[in-house]
Each structure stands twice: as structure tokens, then as C-alpha cells.
């Protein structure tokens, strides 16, 4: 059996808010295997849901440019924030991304290897900037959003400069309805991806295995119930519908009012002008999310660089 420590108790702590207690049973459970005791916890009630994005610890900034009928967006980390507010940094991140805009570029590899203004490549920009503010920097991921006739548009959530900050969005519409009506549309419906943080488009297009997870901590609860078989399934099958609704971007509920399915808020836009509208993708980065800093001990740091 794995060894039980007290920084793998306080991790699981920290991600489910269960009691200590509970979150060592958990892992004694499961062999110390982290995402597995979350389950655990969860179909004994214990916690609620944790996803991996709360664990986010990188720094940098997330670049938003929009132009018409495309979008893009890209993540340029560092190791610190205090580097996010240094406006060399602020300045790379922006016309990163504008490169990533105007050539349709989404590959990290590729977007190292395009020109930056200037004449360098943007890798071999990143590598002077590295040299020059004296802290590493990486290109993370980058993404596009396009339709044929429409809008996309973007949102930056407290933004620390047009077009830069923690949490991205792209939004596309596509409609023969005019950019007086899109736009304003777009915009809100971005600010309510990068608040509701939707998971997919629709409920048939969330990711297989994290359904199949939900749906074996559903089994696992109403199993617990004590009811006939045939309401155990009904239990699951209203968990998981539950699950599809508010992690489905169409079938959340929109919000700028708390109570309206976004879809109907779509469609409702598209009635009033006289032309249909079609949410046909969004895009959400939050910085950093997925990423796992490792936690240091300042104070031994400074006494081990001492020599005390």
C-alpha cells in the first residue's frame, strides 16, 4: 500500500474541503491515488465536485484578438505574476497573439516558428525575453474560432490590458444578421462561458470518460439508497441529465437573467432581428488551468541558501 502522507491529506483537503479524517480513509481506500479518492469521497457524499482547474498555479497571461469572422487566443505562461505585469512581457503576449490572428495558426510548433514584428521568429523572440527579464517563459496553446458570415468575439475577464489577462473567451455566431446585433450578443454570451465555465457545446459533446466518471459516482450513490433497481436507474439517469444541463453550454442557464437556457436566448436574439442565429463554438482559457505548481518552503530555501 502507497504511503499515506500529510501533504497528500492536505491536497485532497484542499481540492474537496471534506474532514481529515474522511480524506485519509479516502486515500487508504484507494491506494493514495488522489483523483480516485475524490470519487470515493464524493459517492459517500463527502465532497462535492472538484475539477482539476482548481488546482491552477501558472502565471503569464491569456491574449484575446478578434477580427470580423475569426478569433484567436493564446496562453504564454511565466513563472511568476509579477512578470505579467512587465509590459515587454504584455507587449510579446499581444502580438503573439495577433500572429496567431492574421495566419490562422494554432499549433504551438508552428507559432514558434512564425515570424514575429521584427524580423526574429516568436521562439527566438521568447528566448530574449527569457534572457532579458531573467525568468523562463513558454508558449502553452493556442486556438481559433471562424465562421463564414457572422461574428466571433472575445472577452477578457478582468482584463489587466485590452486583450490580455487570466480568463479568456472566444464566442462565434454565425447569422446573416448584422454586427449591430451580433456583437452585443457574442459579448454577453462570453462573459457568461467565462463566468458558468461550460465544459461543451452541447451534452452529447462532453468528454466520454468524464461522463462515464460521473456516471459510475451516480451508480455508486443511488446504489446506496436502498430502492428497488428500477429507481436506482431512474436516480442515475436524472443525475446524469442533470450533469448534461449544466455543464452544456446551449443548456445552462444564461447569466445575465439566471433563469433562460442559452439556447433560448440564441434563438430568441435571431426572432427579433428576423434572421437565424447559430452558436456555433466557444473557446475558455483560464491561465494556467490543468497546470500543477509545486508548493516550496520559502523560509527553508533562504535558511538552505544561508548554509544554516
Not at 4 to 10: D, H, L, P, W
Not at 117 to 146: D, S
Not at 169 to 188: C, F, I, M, Y
Request: net charge negative.
Amino acid at each position: 500500500m502507497a504511503e499515506i502522507t500529510a501533504a497528500m491529506v492536505k491536497e485532497l483537503r484542499d481540492r474537496t474541503l471534506a474532514g481529515m479524517m474522511d480524506c485519509k480513509k479516502a486515500l487508504a481506500e484507494t491506494g493514495g491515488d488522489i483523483e480516485a479518492a475524490i470519487d470515493w469521497l464524493r459517492t459517500k457524499g463527502l465532497a462535492a465536485a472538484a475539477k482539476k482547474a482548481s488546482r491552477v498555479a501558472a502565471e503569464g497571461l491569456v491574449g484575446v484578438a478578434t477580427d470580423g469572422i475569426k478569433g484567436a487566443m493564446v496562453e504564454v505562461n511565466s513563472e511568476t505574476d509579477f512578470v505579467a505585469k512587465n509590459e515587454t512581457f504584455q507587449d510579446f503576449v499581444r502580438s503573439v497573439t495577433a500572429v496567431a490572428l492574421a495566419n490562422g495558426i494554432t499549433d504551438i510548433d508552428a507559432l514558434g516558428a512564425a515570424d514575429y514584428p521584427g524580423g526574429e521568429t516568436i521562439a527566438e523572440m521568447l528566448t530574449h525575453n527569457v534572457a532579458t527579464i531573467g525568468e523562463n517563459q513558454t508558449l502553452r496553446r493556442a486556438a481559433k474560432l471562424t465562421v463564414n458570415s457572422g461574428v466571433v468575439a472575445g472577452y477578457v475577464h478582468n482584463a489587466v490590458k485590452p486583450g490580455l489577462g487570466k480568463i479568456g473567451v472566444l464566442v462565434a455566431l454565425e447569422s446573416s444578421a448584422g454586427a449591430d446585433v451580433l456583437e452585443p450578443l457574442a459579448k454577453q454570451l462570453a462573459m457568461h462561458v467565462a463566468a458558468a465555465n461550460p465544459l461543451a457545446l452541447n451534452g452529447e459533446d462532453l468528454d466520454a470518460d468524464m461522463v462515464a466518471r460521473e456516471r459510475a459516482i451516480a451508480e455508486e450513490k443511488a446504489s446506496q439508497s436502498g430502492k428497488p433497481a428500477d429507481i436506482v436507474a431512474k436516480m442515475v439517469d436524472g443525475s446524469m441529465a442533470k450533469f448534461r444541463k449544466e455543464n452544456a453550454l446551449l443548456s445552462q442557464l444564461f447569466v445575465m437573467d439566471g433563469k433562460t437556457p442559452v439556447a433560448e436566448v440564441v434563438a430568441a436574439a435571431g426572432k427579433d432581428v428576423g434572421a437565424a442565429i447559430t452558436l456555433k463554438g466557444f473557446v475558455r482559457y483560464q491561465l494556467g488551468e490543468g497546470i500543477e505548481k509545486a508548493e516550496s518552503d520559502f523560509a527553508a530555501e533562504v535558511a538552505a541558501a544561508a548554509g544554516v
